[in-house]
């Protein structure tokens, strides 16, 4: 059912593989082995004033003794919630993960738990993405209230106005939630596409709001965004290639309706990140510095030049160093007073995205961090675009953001079920071997009688070598099933004592570093990464994922998590750990008999659900907005259930109903040729019919 799998057949390369003689039978010692490395220095016999690597890493490579003491504010720290859960997510004193939401009556903390006791009871199952309605109203406000304020700090003379892109989560119930949310702010809507524009034209809040429409236009896209101009909204068309502007002049004078212009200029600043390629001369969106002149010469010609207000860029959507945001948008001011020095009216500097998300909570330049904060990001932006326009006596320019990954990530939780777990435990050793066991499995057993500290790299090439050679003997039929399986127990006892040893080591050989992970459990998650995660899998981003409960307790298995899908890149490896390092297992808890245990997937309100695949006919999971009140009651606001498997084969060109009258022909000719009875054949149907109308995932 799972093709997940992992590398136990880690073979140094350093180390030859040894021939056939018979004289390799023998156990080689340390003085005469061709692959020994000689003694391993440990941390008894190692300089006392330097720390080890084990002391450094215990918590990271081993989890310890189940029965140690353990405290919720060491689980906040191994998950690092505090960091990336900002003000809004932590763990409450029962050891359950809680989000504290605004409401008009103040801050109110909800537990995870008690949301999930109210999907059981509304039969929502797992997998659920829970988006919490209060996060995304909270979002606006701060971002809006953010640049106000760093706008009156900084006494600069032009106004602030946010846009939310669209692409970044179209779901109707975001949508709307961040235009009503929005509307005292005059928050707008960016679109990428026509029915994107559709829906920004409906959704913005008022003709205080702007529309920002950017990438490749047809006729159709530009008509379009002339009607919302007829309405009074301000609908700016961004120049993204030179073949558009021909379009809107003509197709504005095909109107009577005067256009409002911007154009995507490519700058020369570098960004670092998955998304560098937004950025830099090679950018796939934007005109060149040639580009924009002629622009502006076409404007000029057309006696429109009026009409050009906007300078659009765009370094990034995860820029994770202000310094970059600073620098970038220095170059853009000088491309925004060039343009006002030749003519173009302006007054409006849209920076597009990039405001980021710290999702390791590290507050770092690493991809999936940030070096700065909210308060920073929008003074850093004042100040640099007022003391660049000062210098050159310009108007300060309306200030526009695009930053739609910052507003909406937070607000999205993807809860599920863990199913089942494997692992890589041996079973218990017997004290003696049977009489007669294979030579492969002799030397295994000494090989795991005299495992010692100093010479665990020569263990470890020992245990692979002669689990390798029992493999060998028994594909060609000199051993039996039941030798190879006690062998390759032996061979599992040696790794797992060794990776046990491995903190006592002041340095942890390079062949050994990975040992924790190739041992690591597989938990069997009830979601599927592409489609709800397709950012994890595509791009390999790190999103915080713990255990929603049970956090008083210390978890003591190190984990990979896999999904449902039948595809060994559907999983979970990479997370981050306390000191901000990506690492390719997470501690959890052992899993208890008939007692769920739920795992959350923290910050995927940004791009996921949109981007999300039918690997394998897993669907949509459900969905569950919620809002809080001020009494802190928790109000479901909106529930929409996952696909069914009817639904996922309409996607892919199939008729259920033909497909269920097709399965009733096939029963009903078992029945004439007597293979079941006719009772059978009706239990058969209706459970094809049933399965139509289930849910694509697995029950709890």
Not at 378 to 384: A, L, N, S
Request: charge should be negative; include cysteine; hydrophobic fraction near 40%.
């Amino acid at each position: 059912m799972f093709c997940q799998e992992l590398n136990l057949s880690i073979i140094p390369s350093n180390v030859p593989r040894r021939s056939e003689s018979a004289a390799d039978v023998n156990k080689p010692t340390a003085e005469n082995a061709p692959n020994s490395v000689g003694p391993i220095e440990t941390a008894e016999n190692a300089h006392p004033e330097v720390e080890t690597v084990g002391q450094r890493a215990a918590d990271h490579r081993a989890t310890g003794n189940s029965g140690s003491s353990w405290s919720i504010e060491q689980a906040r720290e191994l998950y690092g919630v505090r960091g990336w859960g900002e003000s809004y997510f932590d763990i409450n004193n029962d050891g359950n993960v809680a989000f504290t939401a605004p409401t008009e009556s103040g801050l109110r903390t909800v537990s995870m738990m008690d949301v999930i006791d109210g999907l059981h009871q509304r039969d929502l199952r797992m997998p659920v993405m829970l988006r919490i309605e209060n996060l995304i109203e909270d979002r606006v406000r701060q971002l809006n209230s953010s640049f106000n304020s760093a706008i009156h700090n900084a006494r600069y003379t032009g106004d602030f106005r946010a846009v939310f892109p669209i692409k970044v989560n179209q779901q109707h119930h975001v949508v709307d939630s961040i235009g009503r949310s929005g509307r005292s702010f005059g928050h707008g809507m960016e679109a990428g596409s026509k029915a994107e524009l559709l829906v920004a034209m409906v959704s913005v809040p008022s003709v205080e709001s702007l529309i920002v429409c950017n990438g490749y236009k047809d006729a159709e896209f530009i008509d379009l965004g002339l009607q919302a101009c007829r309405l009074g909204y301000k609908c700016f068309f961004v120049l993204e290639t030179q073949q558009e502007l021909e379009l809107i002049i003509r197709r504005s004078r095909h109107f009577g309706v005067k256009p409002f212009i911007g154009a995507r200029v490519k700058l020369a600043t570098k960004v670092e990140g998955h998304w560098a390629g937004d950025s830099g001369d090679r950018s796939l969106f934007g005109l060149t510095t040639v580009e924009l002149i002629t622009a502006v010469d076409t404007l000029k010609e057309a006696g429109m030049i009026d009409c050009f207000q906007m300078l659009h860029f765009h370094l990034g959507s995860q820029v994770t160093n202000i310094l970059n945001i600073r620098d970038g948008l220095k170059e853009a001011c000088r491309f925004y007073i060039g343009l006002v020095e030749d003519g173009a009216p302006m007054g409006y500097l849209d920076l597009g995205g990039g405001l980021a998300v710290d999702y390791t909570g590290t507050a770092s330049t690493e991809s999936h961090s940030r070096n700065y904060d909210l308060d920073e990001y929008c003074f850093d932006v004042v100040e640099t675009i007022m003391n660049s326009m000062d210098a050159k006596n310009v108007a300060h320019p309306t200030i526009v953001t695009e930053s739609g990954r910052w507003t909406v990530a937070p607000m999205s939780v993807l809860m599920f079920n863990v199913l089942a777990v494997t692992n890589f435990d041996p079973e218990p050793v017997p004290e003696t071997l049977p009489e007669g066991s294979c030579e492969g499995v002799v030397h295994l057993f000494s090989t795991l009688e005299k495992i010692q500290l100093p010479r665990l790299q020569e263990n470890y090439n020992d245990a692979i070598y002669y689990r390798d050679q029992l493999r060998d003997s028994f594909r060609s039929g000199t051993i039996t099933l039941r030798e190879r399986a006690l062998g390759e127990n032996l061979y599992l006892a040696i790794v797992n004592r060794i990776n046990l040893m491995l903190p006592q080591l002041r340095r942890v050989p390079a062949e050994l570093e990975s040992l924790s992970h190739s041992l690591s459990d597989i938990y069997y998650g009830n979601f599927s990464v592409f489609q709800s995660l397709p950012d994890a899998w595509a791009i390999e981003q790190v999103f915080p994922v713990m255990p929603l409960h049970r956090l008083q307790e210390k978890p003591t298995r190190k984990s990979i998590i896999a999904d449902l899908t039948c595809d060994c890149d559907g999983k979970l490896d990479r997370f981050s750990s306390p000191d901000g390092e990506v690492v390719r297992t997470l501690d959890l808890h052992p899993i208890r008999k008939d007692e769920p245990y739920y795992l959350g997937v923290f910050l995927v309100g940004a791009y996921q659900e949109t981007l999300g695949d039918l690997h394998n006919l897993f669907g949509d999971n459900n969905v569950a907005s919620i809002r809080v009140a001020g009494d802190g009651s928790v109000e479901f606001v909106e529930e929409v259930p996952g696909d069914t498997i009817a639904d996922v084969l309409s996607y892919v060109e199939y008729e259920p109903q033909a497909l269920l009258a097709r399965f009733r022909s096939m029963a009903e000719e078992a029945v004439r040729k007597k293979m079941i009875s006719v009772e059978a054949r009706q239990q058969m149907v209706t459970l094809f019919r049933k399965s139509l109308q289930g849910f694509t995932y697995f029950g709890e």
